[in-house]
């Protein structure tokens, strides 16, 4: 049996015709197709306006957009993007995040890898360079995942909106990602900064990524030992 193949004009063109069909409800058949009903509402006008030419892509890049994405972040998720996700290159794209945006005092996680390890201290190699930066490894107790509740709501968010059902392809996935961010950061209203979106209390960290790491120094008394992790 042949694998099925299609296409967003493919897609968005069985979309016009169930809609026109009527079989199922204008939600159901949203569902069906995993978008939205406002996307479903903007295929149909753009149809109806334009026929079937008004179903392909447009590009989405706006005139100005004050929380565009750095040009520096981009080209760090290039390259991390090109390396696969090994740790190095998780280290590249953290490097140009904090270059960006500015050092945080601390950064909580749990107590998976890369963030910490079986080794002294939980410490890992990830971990260890947040504290040559300067940055403090936070993490929460074992097992204990509402010690880090407004991130895994996140996560159960985005799981939910843009993960059940998958997406066909990769492509079609990482558009979902997108959309769930855009309206998670700068649309949704969050009870934690008074009903507005996360976007509208961000500020840049005024603390520097430092020119060279620093090298940690211990007491004279100290047995300084080295581990792996």
Same mark, same amino acid.
């Given at each position: 049996?042949?694998?099925l193949?299609?296409?967003?004009?493919?897609?968005?063109?069985r979309?016009?015709?169930?809609a026109?069909g009527?079989?199922?409800?204008?939600?159901?058949?949203?569902?069906?197709?995993?978008?939205?009903? $406002?996307?479903?509402?903007?295929w149909?006008?753009?149809?109806?306006? &334009?026929?079937?030419?008004?179903?392909?892509?447009?590009? +989405?890049?706006?005139?100005?957009?004050?929380?565009?994405?750095?040009?520096?972040?981009l080209?760090?998720a290039?390259?991390?993007?090109?390396?696969?996700?090994?740790?190095?290159?998780? $280290?590249?794209?953290?490097?140009?995040?904090?270059?960006?945006?500015g050092?945080? &005092?601390?950064?909580?996680?749990?107590?998976?890898?890369?963030?910490?390890?079986?080794a002294?201290?939980?410490?890992?190699?990830?971990?260890?360079?947040?504290i040559?930066?300067?940055?403090?490894?936070?993490?929460?107790?074992?097992?204990s995942? +509402?010690?880090n509740?407004?991130?895994?709501r996140?996560?159960?968010?985005?799981k939910?909106?843009?993960?059940i059902?998958?997406?066909?392809?990769?492509?079609?996935?990482?558009?979902?990602?997108?959309?769930?961010? &855009?309206?998670?950061?700068?649309?949704?209203?969050?009870e934690?900064?008074?009903? $507005?979106?996360?976007?509208?209390?961000? &500020?840049?960290s005024?603390?520097?990524?430092p020119?060279?790491?620093?090298?940690?120094?211990?007491?004279? +008394?100290?047995?300084?030992?080295?581990?792996?992790?």
């Open positions: 049996m042949p694998w193949e299609t296409d967003p004009m493919t897609e968005r063109e979309f016009i015709l169930e026109e009527g079989l199922f409800s204008f939600a159901e058949l949203c569902r069906r197709h995993g978008i939205s009903r $406002k996307t479903g509402y903007k149909l006008e753009r149809c109806e306006l &334009e026929g079937p030419d008004g179903l392909a892509d447009r590009s +989405h890049r706006p005139h100005s957009c004050p929380h565009a994405t750095h040009p520096q972040v080209e760090a290039f390259t991390l993007r090109r390396h696969r996700p090994r740790w190095g290159a998780g $280290k590249i794209l953290g490097h140009r995040l904090f270059q960006v945006f050092l945080p &005092e601390r950064i909580r996680t749990d107590n998976g890898t890369p963030f910490a390890s079986m002294l201290g939980h410490l890992s190699r990830l971990s260890i360079w947040w040559k930066l300067g940055l403090l490894p936070d993490l929460i107790e074992p097992a995942p +509402h010690q509740g407004r991130h895994e996140m996560h159960r968010d985005l939910a909106e843009a993960t059902p998958p997406a066909g392809n990769r492509a079609a996935q990482q558009r979902r990602f997108n959309a769930f961010r &855009e309206d998670f950061d700068h649309v949704r209203p969050h934690a900064h008074g009903q $507005k979106p996360p976007a509208s209390a961000y &500020e840049p005024a603390r520097t990524f020119s060279k790491l620093t090298t940690p120094e211990y007491p004279p +008394h100290f047995d300084v030992r080295k581990g792996s992790a």
